[in-house]
Nanobody, 126 residues
């Protein structure tokens, strides 16, 4: 199983980025997908997730209204569109797959995700 995240970079406050995660080696449609981030000196935190069929997105309060998660099961990809970026969004962003998620929900807990990508750095300058 491989999860390959891409799309990170350096952007100014208020800017936008779109992260993508390409999955291979798994039955993608059977997995809930999540995005997590970890800033230096901080614990990894849930950012956004989407259920198996892509009908229910979930967001951390800190990104609600600014980030949009989506998936394309035909292409085995999950994306995170990030708008109105703030310096506090600076972190390494990773995608993860959870086989135990139900059809309608996803987990906000990193420990419940089975597979992880390598992460992509997002830096928001002030």
């Amino acid at each position: 199983v491989q999860l390959q995240a891409s799309g990170g970079g350096v952007v100014q406050t208020g800017g936008s980025l779109r992260l993508s995660c390409a999955a291979s080696g798994l039955a993608f449609g059977n997995f809930g997908m999540g995005w997590f981030r970890q800033a230096p000196g901080k614990e990894r935190e849930f950012v956004a997730g989407i259920n198996r069929v892509g009908t229910r997105p979930y967001y951390a309060d800190s990104v609600k209204g600014r980030f949009t998660v989506s998936r394309d099961n035909a292409k085995n990809t999950v994306s995170l569109s990030m708008n109105s970026l703030k310096p506090e969004d600076t972190a390494v962003y990773s995608c993860a797959a959870d086989r135990r998620s139900s059809t309608q929900t996803i987990s906000r807990y990193a420990g419940e995700y089975e597979y992880w990508g390598q992460g992509t750095q997002v830096t928001v300058s002030s």
